[in-house]
């Protein structure tokens, strides 16, 4: 069926960056419907094709068969190289490369260390070490890959106001690095709100076009969308925002060949009367988004453990890390 996005050519293979094509310009996109998906956070055509049915009816107060049609279209206008042959997966598969979290069980856990292109979720409640292991990555990033590290820089979006350059001088030096250096490898940004932090990640963009950032952090992924999307009735917009911004943080791991690191509270589940009342945060956008995702939970001090659950490609399983001076060790 010959529409008008079809008609229009796509822009040219190498050029995957530029999509000229609006959202009025799909078949079945009137102005208000384009304007209330822009303000659901679907601002291109990408986010759209990738989209659920139902979350497109939602946003634009639509039926969920034309809601479908949107999102066919949207493939179609979209596809600017959204097909790769196997080779060059594998090419870009045999690129990644593993950060050691210092601690051989959790590296072990997490077959081999925290991947690159992709996303590793740290989920637990508070004191559990989620903030200290994204520290501790933020320096063993920067070994070399004889040591465990990527030689790399790191953006930290800090939302917290928990990031604490005491810690990194501290963990620099016990791994031998020069804690300055480690200090101005590491790129901090305090995020006011969930607005300010996804932009954020836009900025880290132009950030890695000059330096080799190979790890970015968000600490905590959550914690802004949490408290800002408070009600039932916000549920909807928070976790479609919490998506794009995954998915933007996904893009870039992808694109500069990038780590991610996010952690997460978990919220209490009263109504849970067996097993651990508690869950993290973001429900499935979240589980879905994030490649590896690790529970931890507290042991006897020092020690905390690590389940990771929901994994594409490892075996679940625990590894217990200990909470130290130097940083996290076995
Ligand atoms: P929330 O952000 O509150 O949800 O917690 P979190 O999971 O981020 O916990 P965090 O990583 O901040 O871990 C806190 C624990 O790390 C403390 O209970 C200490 O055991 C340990 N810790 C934090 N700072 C230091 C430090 O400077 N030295 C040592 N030895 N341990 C520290
Ligand atoms: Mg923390």
Do not use: C, W
Request: hydrophobic share 40%; charged share 25%.
């Amino acid at each position: 069926m010959p529409t008008k996005a079809a008609a229009k050519s796509p822009p040219p293979a190498e050029a995957p960056a530029k999509r000229e094509v609006a959202l009025e310009d799909l078949a079945g996109v009137g102005p208000t419907t384009a304007d209330k998906l822009r303000e659901a956070g679907y601002t291109d055509l990408m986010e759209l094709a990738v989209a659920s049915p139902g979350d497109i009816a939602e946003a634009a107060e639509i039926g969920t068969s034309i809601a479908q049609k949107i999102i066919a279209e949207a493939r179609r206008a979209a596809d600017v190289g959204g097909f790769e042959v196997g080779t060059v997966l594998l090419e870009r598969r045999k690129k990644l490369g593993r950060i050691t979290t210092m601690a051989r069980s959790l590296d072990e856990l997490l077959g081999g260390g925290i991947e690159t292109q992709a996303i590793t979720e740290f989920a637990g409640e508070f004191g559990t070490g989620k903030t200290q292991i994204a520290h501790q990555a933020a320096v063993s990033v920067q070994l070399p890959v004889e040591q465990g590290g990527l030689t790399g820089e790191v953006v930290y979006i800090d939302t917290e106001s928990t990031f604490r350059p005491e810690r990194i001088v501290d963990m620099a030096k016990a791994l031998g690095l020069d804690p300055t250096e480690a200090l101005n490898h590491i790129h901090v940004a305090r995020a006011y709100n969930s607005n300010h932090q996804m932009l954020l990640v836009a900025k880290a963009q132009e950030l890695a076009r000059e330096k080799p950032i190979r790890l970015i952090v968000v600490d905590s992924l959550t914690a802004h969308f949490r408290s800002e999307y408070a009600g039932r009735a916000e549920l909807a917009p928070r976790q479609q925002l919490l998506n794009k911004h995954l998915h933007e943080l996904l893009k870039f791991s992808d694109t500069y060949n990038a780590a991610v690191i996010v952690t997460n509270q978990v919220s209490s589940r009263p109504d849970i009367l067996f097993g651990d009342p508690t869950r993290p945060i973001g429900g499935n956008i979240v589980a879905h988004a994030s490649t590896y995702r690790l529970y931890l939970r507290k042991s006897k001090p020092p020690r905390r453990i690590a389940r990771l659950i929901d994994s594409p490609n490892l075996p679940e399983g625990e590894a217990v890390y200990s909470l130290t001076p130097d940083g996290i060790r076995e």
